[in-house]
């Protein structure tokens, strides 16, 4: 969400949204990341012009509520030689998908996974896992153990590799001052 | 990338702070001074070695993952089948949307894969119209039904 809005210093609120307008802020200020310093807290509540107690409470909400997955420290991959990934795609009995889905989900290697719609007769995958690992080969491994726990009720499956990045530019809330 | 394809080295402090903080930070006045009384590490010596981590870009960032979706907007993935004499006419076309979040080849017959990320979730519909239109290819919807893991447990 790259957009520029020259007046307004937050976007107004609207019904859909649950976040309100601190939320926002709070969202702006710490999407790239907090300050790495004793206090965290302190420095944003500083920013923000209000309390530290206050900026933990709305944090803390924004974890309860789902809108913060967790705050955590979150490693480069490629860094860490996590060099390759796939999208691998499975088609599994719709009814059983969320049993497997939790299970696949919870592999070490697995960073996403989904139920999604199938299209058929063009696609007929419904279960979606991204994998990482050191190389391809490692890939490998990691899809023969996806498709060891679905057993018989893999009817068939694929991983598609990306070959090429046509764009990136993130998810962003929007702001009157871009944070990048 | 001759610079990140080098594994860095990391020592067995370094490792125990990134694998026990993927996980999470506590949320209080002094997290790292709570985070030292729990690992017997230093809360300085904590600071410094996260600050080198970041530097050094092992890690990209520390703070809040946020969840999109919660946040009121619309977010979509769809896929295309493009012939490869179309391919680059589309993508640029697809790219030229200020909606379109992320954008990828991929090798198979659906070859095309990208994010759609909208201000409201009922614009994602408008979105998908207008690329059709626009390209003259159907365009695959494939929002989630249910998600079962967002996160990647390195362990270092």
């Known amino acids: ?180 | 990338m001759p610079a990140a394809s080098a594994k860095p080295v990391l020592d067995s402090i370094d490792r125990q702070l990134i694998n026990t903080l993927q996980h999470g930070i506590p949320v209080c006045e002094q997290p790292y001074l709570q985070l030292a009384q729990q690992l017997g590490i230093d809360e300085n010596e904590i600071l410094r070695r996260l600050q080198k981590l970041l530097d050094d870009k092992i890690l990209s960032r520390v703070g809040p993952i946020y969840n999109a979706e919660k946040m009121g907007g619309g977010l979509t993935l769809a896929a295309m089948r493009l012939p490869e004499e179309d391919f680059d006419r589309v993508a640029e076309q697809v790219n030229s949307f200020d909606e379109i979040a992320h954008n990828y080849t991929r090798d198979n017959v659906f070859n095309m894969w990208f994010v759609i990320a909208t201000e409201k979730a009922e614009q994602l519909d408008e979105v998908i119209i207008k690329l059709e239109k626009t390209t003259g290819y159907p365009v695959y919807n494939m929002p989630k039904i249910e998600e079962y893991y967002i996160g990647l447990h390195l362990a270092v």
């Open chain 1, 1 to 180: 969400l790259d957009s520029t809005s020259q007046s307004e210093q937050v976007q107004p609120v609207d019904s859909h949204s649950p976040l309100n307008a601190l939320d926002r802020q709070i969202v702006e200020l710490t999407q790239s990341g907090m300050p790495l310093t004793a206090r965290p807290y302190d420095d944003l509540a500083t920013q923000l012009g209000i309390s530290s107690a206050e900026v933990m409470q709305r944090m803390q909400l924004l974890l309860d509520s789902g809108v913060i997955r967790r705050i955590a420290v979150v490693p480069n991959h490629y860094r860490l030689g996590y060099l390759a990934n796939g999208m691998t795609v499975w088609d599994v009995p719709d009814e059983k998908i969320s049993f497997y889905g939790q299970k696949v989900g919870e592999l070490p290697f697995v960073s996403h996974c989904y139920h999604r719609p199938r299209h058929l007769p063009d696609w007929s995958y419904n279960l979606f896992a991204m994998i990482h690992g050191p190389d391809r080969e490692s890939l490998r491994g990691y899809i023969d153990t996806i498709a060891a726990i679905l057993g018989e009720d893999n009817r068939s499956n694929d991983v598609l590799f990306s070959t090429k990045i046509l764009k990136k530019t993130g998810l962003r809330i929007k702001s009157s001052v871009q944070s990048q």
